[in-house]
């Protein structure tokens, strides 16, 4: 994602928490740093993209961090997938230091990052989106505001409710097919022209016919995704019976050893069910 | 469907339970008969198209059935939603009259069957198949052939569990968010263009956030293909955890006395839960 922003011409400053993660720019106009303050006193727009919400924080908020190089007006963007609540809080506490923040959580994987056709879903207040957009349109192909700080958080939660069903559903037709002795394949094509077409059919179906269950979407990830989505269904009070099962099974994937292994593995957690 | 035949210039040879049903065809090259064997006694292709396994047994073998007066060499094609093993059973017992039988079911509702773009998933004989194909292709955009007799039955079964537990996780997904403070509108928006897209996002969904449950697919239809799909999975020793959720929902919907609602109205069922 970084290495798209070189290649429209735009300035580096880098800090990441592990040194090989910065090898891939050592050909840019990129320049490293000792900390995370020290990037937010060079820069205009600050981007961070880490795991969970306590990597998000400490890398803000923590010794070192941003909140205390930052100048007034500098514009963070945080495009991990985190809780809507920990994103409007850290919103929230930079404000404190006049720093605005938004939450631009991606989807579309891997590929997506590598091609530059990630989703981006974003929260925040409109002038500090207008600022980071011609950035956003750097990395991805679908750039949206949603709303207000969390929203771009709540929009990847439904997002991966939708990628997260889709899978399961998918796995389950194929293997209704499998065990009553038709074609799984065939019925992936025939079903790929009609009111049951998602990209999940069609881009991950394909993989789990073919059996390749390599990374793209870790399955770990997707595990934690639900947390969120699970946890925030509670603050906001909404049953989410669709979303519980495929966080279920997930837990049942990653607790089979096979958290390394893509999100669409669901299909192996389901075929030995039946087993 | 048939009159995209007559428009295509078959000769419809017709007979309906209700003869209401054969009021479109005033104006076309169409003879009405008074019953399925007068038909099955005129035709080289016949096709039925009603609602359940019991109503398809009674048209093909029932007194005055398709089977008491069919000629050798006959193909019977029958496009409505039913069980595989219904469908196998039809097939052996239509063979022994030297009758073909192709299960034929369909999907892309009243839409899809006015506009002649439905998915049409055929089980049966090849050779009966392209004597069937040019017929087909009047009526539907997607034909496929998926295997043997019951096949095409299977491929339907899948697809019913693609679109409800489509459904299901839209409004899952619709619902957060609403109860989250955000737009669902945006979010939709939003997430068609990365790899949460699917058609029932898609149209599905919009008619889902405009309010308009009108069918379309009613949820009784939806209700009945599930206790198919439910029922083969029993037979095929498979567990479907989440298409068994998806027919839990339609339950629920049907017993809330929206049975004539489209399926979509599963959203309703999920707001009713968290109201």
Request: charged letters at 20%; aromatic letters at 4%; one cysteine or more.
């Given at each position: 994602m970084a290495l798209h922003l070189a290649k429209a011409g735009h300035r580096l400053h880098l800090w990441a928490r592990r040194p090989e993660s910065l090898r891939p720019f050592r050909e840019c106009d990129a320049k490293e740093y000792a900390s995370p303050a020290e990037v937010a006193a060079q820069v205009d727009v600050l981007f961070t993209m880490v795991a969970d919400g306590p990597d998000v924080s400490a890398v803000l908020l923590g010794p070192n961090g941003v909140s205390s190089g930052a100048r007034p007006g500098l514009v963070v963007v945080d495009m991990s997938t985190i809780s809507p609540e920990t994103a409007r809080e850290m919103a929230m506490r930079l404000a404190v230091h006049k720093v605005d923040f938004l939450d631009a959580p991606v989807s579309g994987g891997e590929r997506g990052a590598k091609e530059a056709t990630l989703t981006i879903m974003v929260g925040g207040k409109a002038e500090a989106y207008e600022k980071a957009r011609p950035l956003f349109e750097c990395m991805g192909r679908t750039v949206t505001r949603?709303?207000?700080?969390?929203a771009g958080q709540v929009a990847k939660a439904c997002n991966q409710i939708l990628v997260g069903a889709g899978i399961a559903a998918v796995s389950e037709a194929f293997q209704l097919a499998q065990k009553s002795g038709v074609d799984p394949v065939k019925v992936r094509e025939a079903l790929l022209g009609g009111s049951a077409y998602s990209k999940v059919l069609d881009l991950h179906g394909k993989r789990m016919l073919e059996g390749d269950f390599a990374p793209g979407f870790k399955a770990w990830m997707h595990q934690k995704d639900m947390r969120i989505v699970m946890e925030q269904a509670g603050k906001a009070g909404v049953a989410l019976p669709t979303a519980a099962l495929v966080s279920q099974l997930l837990n049942a994937l990653v607790g089979s050893g096979l958290g390394e292994e893509d999100s669409i593995a669901i299909y192996k957690v389901l075929e030995k069910l039946s087993a």
């Amino acid at each position: 994602m970084a290495l798209h922003l070189a290649k429209a011409g735009h300035r580096l400053h880098l800090w990441a928490r592990r040194p090989e993660s910065l090898r891939p720019f050592r050909e840019c106009d990129a320049k490293e740093y000792a900390s995370p303050a020290e990037v937010a006193a060079q820069v205009d727009v600050l981007f961070t993209m880490v795991a969970d919400g306590p990597d998000v924080s400490a890398v803000l908020l923590g010794p070192n961090g941003v909140s205390s190089g930052a100048r007034p007006g500098l514009v963070v963007v945080d495009m991990s997938t985190i809780s809507p609540e920990t994103a409007r809080e850290m919103a929230m506490r930079l404000a404190v230091h006049k720093v605005d923040f938004l939450d631009a959580p991606v989807s579309g994987g891997e590929r997506g990052a590598k091609e530059a056709t990630l989703t981006i879903m974003v929260g925040g207040k409109a002038e500090a989106y207008e600022k980071a957009r011609p950035l956003f349109e750097c990395m991805g192909r679908t750039v949206t505001r949603i709303g207000a700080s969390g929203a771009g958080q709540v929009a990847k939660a439904c997002n991966q409710i939708l990628v997260g069903a889709g899978i399961a559903a998918v796995s389950e037709a194929f293997q209704l097919a499998q065990k009553s002795g038709v074609d799984p394949v065939k019925v992936r094509e025939a079903l790929l022209g009609g009111s049951a077409y998602s990209k999940v059919l069609d881009l991950h179906g394909k993989r789990m016919l073919e059996g390749d269950f390599a990374p793209g979407f870790k399955a770990w990830m997707h595990q934690k995704d639900m947390r969120i989505v699970m946890e925030q269904a509670g603050k906001a009070g909404v049953a989410l019976p669709t979303a519980a099962l495929v966080s279920q099974l997930l837990n049942a994937l990653v607790g089979s050893g096979l958290g390394e292994e893509d999100s669409i593995a669901i299909y192996k957690v389901l075929e030995k069910l039946s087993a």
